[in-house]
């Protein structure tokens, strides 16, 4: 019992309790950061992570969200050439369920492209660019002249990485499968309403 006791000291502090933040400061903005803090689940759907609203009584905040958009990795050029180059497998694309994508966009997506959604009402004014809303016209994310295999690529690249320069960050949490049924549902969503 003893022995079991001291092993388990041992691993104390030793297991990571969350994800890799060496480099979310290109992943994330700052505006989504903060948002986070305040409601977790409302910004990342299946995040576990408490409130920590409180911080933004004082500095702390401010601070925090600071130090982690400062967090830039050593290997961020390596880390774009990947993004430029990553597609969704074809086993992916045939494993893809629009049901389980529609379930997706609301755990993950509507919180900011929907007209009511939470993350939208409270940080609307602060948004670089407004997130679209994608249920009032789905069409923004696309060009119409794109087919749905088109249209599938381009949201894929856009689920997992965000959009550069904006406060929309990238899902890249999310399994390949689970990228393309999401980009599959809301491309069908697309075409169905041209």
């Known amino acids: 019992m003893q022995e079991l006791r001291a092993q388990s000291l041992l691993l104390i502090g030793n297991r990571r309790q969350g994800p890799d933040l060496s480099q979310v400061g290109t992943r994330r903005s700052a505006l989504w950061l903060k948002a986070h803090f305040y409601s977790p689940a409302e910004v990342s759907g299946s995040s576990i ?31 774009l050439v990947e993004e ?30 929907s007209v009511d ?3 939208r ?6 948004f670089k660019r407004a997130p679209q ?3 009032k016209d789905p069409n923004l994310l696309s060009m119409s002249s794109d087919s749905t295999q088109q249209r599938v690529v381009r949201l894929a690249q856009t689920v997992k990485f ?3 320069g904006t406060d929309m960050p990238g899902h890249e949490y999310l399994s390949d499968k689970d990228i393309a049924s999401l980009s599959l549902w809301l491309s069908q969503d697309i075409s169905q309403s041209n």
């Open 49 to 79: 992570m408490p409130s920590y609203r409180f911080l933004f009584q004082d500095e702390r905040g401010d601070d925090l969200v600071a130090y982690l958009e400062s967090l830039h990795g050593a290997d961020t050029p390596e880390h």
């Open 84 to 113: 430029r180059q990553w597609q969704l497998s074809a086993e992916a694309i045939a494993e893809a369920n629009p049901a389980e994508g529609r379930r997706l966009y609301q755990r993950d997506c509507a919180n900011c492209h």
């Open 117 to 119: 959604g939470a993350t």
């Open 121 to 126: 009402r409270a940080w609307l004014p602060n």
């Open 133 to 135: 809303d994608l249920e």
């Open 162 to 164: 965000g959009i550069p």
